[in-house]
């Protein structure tokens, strides 16, 4: 079955320590995105890329960084720098089709900071 | 303001209600509408989609886009559990576009 794979469900994070949350998908999609979702503010973007090797920052990419190596792949590194990081993350992928630009996106990975 | 402002409820209805979903928005540019559905502790899902203005059927599911007064609402008919659920609304301008996302309402249906 085609689709986004995020990786690990649930992560601990101890305060000062870097962590990465794994993102792949096979629908072969160009663009990919890594959202932040906290209660009541609905879907931040962090960061997206539309091709490999490239990718911009979104909204709110402070303490936060990705690469794009590989088209399948787009792994998400949640920095010390990143002041409150305990948040329910989502990748997500899309194409461009006659809904427009039809965004997908996998099950989700929640960070705690503990 | 926020480009696209959505009451995040929570929305309790008995089941067989008709449920009226809305968001409103800001950018005249947008000409994209999508409706996500996100269960608890999932990924969002798309529901619907609507391009420009005009309404859109699909079972139970209405969706409809008011350009002039910048008003996107999801009607739900016969209203079920299974329906219980957050709808975000999603709307975007152009291909090159990222899309905007309203907060999200929480609906219950209770039997």
């Known amino acids: 079955d085609g689709g986004i794979t995020q990786s690990p469900k649930y992560l601990f994070r101890k305060e000062g320590q870097n962590v990465t949350l794994s993102c792949e998908q096979n629908?072969?999609?160009?663009?990919m995105y890594w959202y932040r979702q906290d209660p009541g503010q609905g879907l931040r973007l962090i960061y997206y890329?539309?091709?490999?090797?490239?990718?911009q920052k979104g909204d709110i990419a402070e303490g936060y960084s990705v690469s794009r190596e590989k088209k399948e792949s787009f792994p998400l590194t949640v920095t010390s720098a990143q002041k409150n990081p305990t948040a329910f993350y989502l990748c997500a992928s899309s194409i461009w089709d006659q809904a427009g630009n039809t965004i997908y996106f996998g099950e989700g990975s929640w960070l705690t900071v503990v | 303001q926020k480009e696209v402002e959505q009451d995040p409820g929570p929305l309790s209805v008995p089941e067989g209600a008709i449920v009226s979903l809305n968001c409103t928005y800001s950018n005249s540019a947008f000409q994209y509408f999508m409706w996500y559905r996100q269960y608890s502790r999932k990924g969002p899902e798309l529901l619907m989609y609507?391009?420009?203005?005009g309404n859109k059927e699909d079972g139970r599911f209405t969706a409809q886009v008011d350009k002039s007064s910048k008003y996107i609402s999801l009607f739900i008919r016969d209203s079920q559990p299974s329906d219980s659920a957050t709808y975000l609304c999603?709307?975007?301008?152009?291909?090159?576009?990222?899309?905007?996302f309203g907060a999200g309402t929480r609906l219950t249906v209770k039997p």
């Open positions: 999603a709307m975007s301008a152009t291909r090159n576009n990222d899309m905007r």
């Open positions: 890329s539309q091709i490999v090797n490239d990718f």
């Open positions: 629908l072969n999609h160009d663009a």
């Open positions: 609507t391009y420009s203005s």
